[in-house]
């Protein structure tokens, strides 16, 4: 295994989910004295192992047909337009 590679995935992916969408509606179940913490991680832990693994699928899928190079650019514009379209949103209210 590569270390380095577990190390920088891990970092990216964690920073990434930090307080996301996820981490709040599990949060929320877990705020629910009546729901079982056990319960709600193992499901909350399934669920990001399951969408990882789509993820990994999907990307071994395309990068059979797409450059590595062209995915980056995807990618990045991607996040530029998104990036963007917040800020015009954000200046509309």
């Given at each position: 295994m590569n270390?380095?590679?577990f190390a920088t995935v891990f970092a990216t992916v964690f920073v990434a989910e930090l307080g996301d969408?996820?981490?709040l509606a599990t949060l929320l179940y877990?705020?629910?004295g009546s729901n079982?913490?056990?319960t709600i991680f193992a499901a909350s832990a399934s669920a990001l192992v399951l969408a990882a693994a789509i993820g990994v699928l999907a990307g071994g899928l395309v990068a059979q047909h797409v450059s590595?190079?062209?995915l980056s650019w995807v990618a990045?514009?991607?996040f530029i337009a998104i990036g963007v379209w917040t800020i015009i949103k954000a200046?509309?209210?």
């Open positions: 270390l380095t590679l969408k996820t981490q877990a705020a629910d079982p913490k056990l590595a190079k062209a990045g514009a991607g200046g509309g209210d």
